[in-house]
């Protein structure tokens, strides 16, 4: 175990303190430093992260055909999946998970959770020098962790970057961007489609996002609030450039079940309605139409009468 600690601690944690220290010595501000890190890293995932917004679109282009593949398929999930894969080969696609990029952020993501622990609890200041690289410049004073940014609106708004969040400013910044990253994700024209299948993947996609948003403000509630400003930044940027992909998504619609309209569509069916239905009959006149027509029958009948 202690291997693997060690493996990981030299892979992931100590190049990404040695990153903030030597970001720390350039802006003198530990929180700014987290920023661009954050970027820098997004940037490094971002061919990565723009495969992932194209091969979803280019997906979603397809979905009349998915529709048919399970049509045709429906009782056969093996020919459904390799008619599915076979139709992704013809379109040039590779189904990748949507967590791709998350899982690949995860490493990073505990790396700089150990990171933020080595300087705030490494109150030595030679000891945080036996871990900066030798090409970069060694550090004279302990480093400043706290977050004073909104100590302008509040003088109680004071973070410790190394600590959980007191004001929970971040939290909920957090939590509400990953609802809004998440919706802007998904198409928005899913509401026209009429297939149960992505009629339900329509309901999903509304409701995951709410659990992410619960999830993200529970792990940046408990954790140090630099890992809170990491998420911020990191989900900022994300919308910035899957706004460039697929625009703003399904971020202003709700979803809709096929076979219940709208108010529009049944606005429209009622009009159609009465275009189409010829006016109807009070009960009075419809008695009287009924005896004028049966007195015509008679008169056209004289013998059947008798």
Known sequence: MNLIMDLFNHLFTYPIFNALMFLYH?????????????????????PLTLRQLKSARATFALRSELAEIRRQHAYDLRAQREATQELYKQHGLTHRSPLLPLLVQLPIFIGLYLALNIVLHQTKLADLNAIIYPFLPRLTSIPNINLNWFTALNPAWHISLGLPDPSHILPFLAGAMTFVQMRMSQPHTISEIQDAMFQMNQIMQFILPLIMVGISIFIAWQLAAGLALYRVTSLLFNMISQFFVTGWGSLFTTPRLAGIPDDSDARSTTQRQQVQSPPRLSSSKASAHGKRASARRRRKNPKKNR
Not at 26 to 46: E, P, Q, Y
């Open 26 to 46: 350039l802006f003198g501000d530990f929180g700014l430093s987290i920023i661009v890190l954050t970027v820098t890293i997004s940037l490094m995932l971002l």
